[in-house]
């Protein structure tokens, strides 16, 4: 059996095999045994650069600056509702986002796109203040997660050439699966594909971690059906409260199956809650993963 790991956002620019150690590495800390997978196939389909070049982005992480067409109008749109949401998980008010924007109006009238170079209005960039307010982190990574999400799920052509990259890992089952943020995205789409083609996957465990599948504007632009992809069998997902990117929400009835195993009492140790390589070392991710592998 093979067990098969979906990387994230922001991964362009690294090199692919020291990213699949790396992930190995934590599962085996996780397990308290070093060298445990030494035996397994372990696959990791790398599509950072291609969705980071496809994405538009800029050097940094950042989407590209449009021209202010519908592209950027569908791009903006879909950035505000995300942004949205993780203000309110935040506890961040209207009443906060107001006042931000009156503030970034008296000191720049202009509003001219800055460091995240995306099609800026003063909404988006208040909601980004505030946010970079509660942590330095969270306005950044979430520009980063949602603008990549929202060319995986809109732009043309994005999808295909990401898929293209993780499917054949998925061809031949059974898989143990493991994936993390936008690759909890890529993965589920593809299993829900692939099922619905007549060839789903025989998936005895699939985990997923600090995954944006909880937030509505990318269940909007996934669509339907959130049931478990036929032949997936025990899901497990895994959140630390703090990751503001699965918005301390449950994968769970009524949209997804209520049979999804949700652990939520974790805390990701390090400054990042929504860092891999805390949940990869949880202790309980490494032995589902051990068990499901036999070992």
């Known amino acids: 059996m093979r067990l098969v790991l979906v990387h994230g956002i922001n991964q362009q620019g690294k090199d692919p095999e020291a990213l699949r150690r790396a992930w190995v590495d934590d599962l085996e800390r996780g397990r ?10 372990v696959v990791m389909p790398f599509y950072g650069d291609v969705l980071f070049e496809r994405s538009n982005a800029k050097p940094g992480g950042a989407i590209a600056q449009g021209d202010g067409g519908a592209d950027d109008q569908a791009l903006a749109e879909f950035l505000s509702a995300g942004l949205e949401e993780q203000a309110k998980a935040a506890n961040i008010s209207a009443a906060d986002i107001r006042k931000e924007q009156e503030r970034l109006v008296a000191e720049q009238p202009a509003l001219e796109a800055v460091e995240q170079g995306f099609p800026m209005d003063r909404r988006i960039n208040a909601i980004v203040s505030v946010l970079e307010k509660i942590s ?5 990574l979430a520009v980063r997660l949602l603008g990549q999400a929202h060319a995986y799920l809109k732009k043309p052509g994005v999808a295909q050439a990401v898929d293209a990259l993780v499917r054949p890992a998925l061809a031949d089952g059974p898989v143990v699966l493991v994936t993390h943020s936008l690759g909890t995205v890529v993965s589920f789409k593809l299993l829900r594909e692939l099922a619905q083609g007549g060839s ?3 998936v005895p465990l699939y ?8 937030l509505s504007t990318v269940q909007r ?4 059906s959130f049931a478990t992809p036929d ?6 997902n895994l959140r630390d409260p703090d990751d503001f990117i699965s918005l301390n929400r449950d994968l769970g009835a009524p949209r997804f199956s209520a049979a999804i195993e949700n652990i ?6 390090g400054d990042d809650a929504h860092a891999i390589p805390g949940y990869l070392t949880n202790r309980r991710v490494a032995q589902a993963v051990a068990d499901a592998l036999g070992l």
């Open 136 to 140: 330095p982190a969270r306005g950044d």
């Open 231 to 236: 032949h997936v069998g025990r899901w497990i």
């Open 200 to 202: 789903p996957v025989q």
């Open 207 to 214: 985990v997923t971690v600090g995954t944006p599948l909880t």
């Open 221 to 224: 632009a996934l669509g339907p």
């Open 264 to 269: 939520g009492d974790f805390e990701n140790p």
């Open 32 to 41: 308290g045994r070093p060298g445990a997978l030494a035996g397994v196939e």
